[in-house]
């Protein structure tokens, strides 16, 4: 890779952090910067362990442009992987001004360094909500997008539309967008993991949060949907699988791609008893269980078609439900409060 250095915004977070190991560990050298309003660099810390690298790591806000603006004149940049954002679907439902003054708003500031400094390779953390309730499934990349109903997911879906803009009227942009699924599980050392603050909002961190003994039991939101069992059916990618996925990704963008986009995703769906069931018998914890109403702007199944990425960028998810669970078994048993010690 030479003196290609990669700029990792929000690489102190759950997907960035997983992808700043992988990349090391592809012969890339690191930068990250996170203004750490949902991560801490505890998690950088241990992935300098994992990787016996030290990363420079700058607190830094999108939002302070001067401040971007040093740390590309301190490092030459080929590419930027661009995770950093807010990322609670009902919070962006409260907040819609924060959501999009952050994650759009901050993008764009990016996007204007970026262009000042030279910089024109991005690869976009996206996500499949940009592609609202499915109209069919599994859902491909030719699928209409921009039905998303709530904040956050507008944002994403309103980033994608001013990076092809953008493309548009300067074709000599590499830009990639990648349409993660659920991302869940965690790094195999188990130092590393997802770590959210408060009452998780999403079901893996959940029930992993159950089994540890601190939530009493799983609410099962929903289980009149039409699926096997009633309850809402997911498209689970293990996060080592989507990290590999940015890797293969930057390849990709160093043989000049255009714009591009991706679904990451498995391509099978798992109902959220079956991943109450698979989780028990990964941490041989019980999971108690009770059927709730249906959350607000949830639909019923939700799973990728990922044969584009396996075709144009070599890549396709190799973890399956059980290595998911125990991966993140190993995380939240020996971190039970997370990156807090
Ligand atoms: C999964 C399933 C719930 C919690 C969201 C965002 C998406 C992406 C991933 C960022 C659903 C059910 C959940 C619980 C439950 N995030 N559930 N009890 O809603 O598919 O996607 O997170 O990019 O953008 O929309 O994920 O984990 O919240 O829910 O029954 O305590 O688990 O109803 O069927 P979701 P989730």
């Not at 490092?75 to 994650?103: D, R």
Request: aromatic share 8%.
């Amino acid at each position: 890779m030479g003196d290609s250095c990669i700029l990792v915004t929000g690489g102190a977070g759950f997907v960035g952090s997983h992808s700043v190991i992988e990349l090391i560990e592809a012969g890339y050298s690191v930068v990250v910067m996170d203004n750490l309003a949902n991560a801490s660099m505890e998690s950088i810390k241990r992935v300098e362990e994992i990787t016996g690298k030290s990363i420079p790591s700058y607190s830094v806000d999108l939002l302070d442009k001067p401040a971007l603006s040093d740390l590309f004149n301190k490092h030459k940049f080929t590419s930027v992987i661009h995770f950093a954002g807010l990322k609670a679907v009902g919070e962006s439902c409260q907040l819609p001004l924060l959501y999009y003054k952050n994650n759009v708003g901050g993008t764009v500031n990016l996007l204007e360094v970026m262009k000042e400094k030279g910089v024109k390779n991005l690869i976009f953390s996206s996500s499949a909500t940009v592609y609202g309730s499915p109209q069919y499934l599994p859902i491909d990349e030719k699928h209409p997008v921009g039905g998303c109903t709530n904040p956050y997911g507008k944002t994403k879906y309103f980033i994608e539309e001013i990076l092809r803009d953008l493309h548009k009227a300067e074709p000599d942009w590499n830009i990639i967008m990648l349409r993660y699924f659920n991302p869940v599980g965690a790094h195999k050392s188990g130092k590393i993991g997802e770590d959210p603050q408060g009452i998780p909002n999403n079901l893996m961190p959940f029930i992993a949060q159950v089994a540890v003994g601190k939530r009493a039991e799983l609410s099962v939101y929903g289980s009149d949907y039409d699926t096997p069992d009633g309850t809402g059916v997911r498209d689970y990618i293990h996060v080592v699988d989507l990290a590999q996925g940015h890797v293969a990704a930057q390849k990709k963008i160093e043989k000049k791609c255009g714009c591009k986009v991706y679904n990451l995703g498995t391509g099978k769906g798992y109902s959220v008893i079956e991943m109450a069931k698979a989780f028990e018998e990964a941490s041989g914890k019980p999971i108690p269980f009770k059927k709730v109403d249906r959350r607000a702007g949830d639909v019923a199944s939700v799973y990728g078609n990922a044969d584009l990425a396996k075709e144009e960028l070599g890549w396709s998810a190799s973890r399956d439900l059980k290595q998911m669970c125990e991966d993140t078994w190993r995380w939240q048993s020996s971190n039970p409060n997370g990156f807090r010690k």
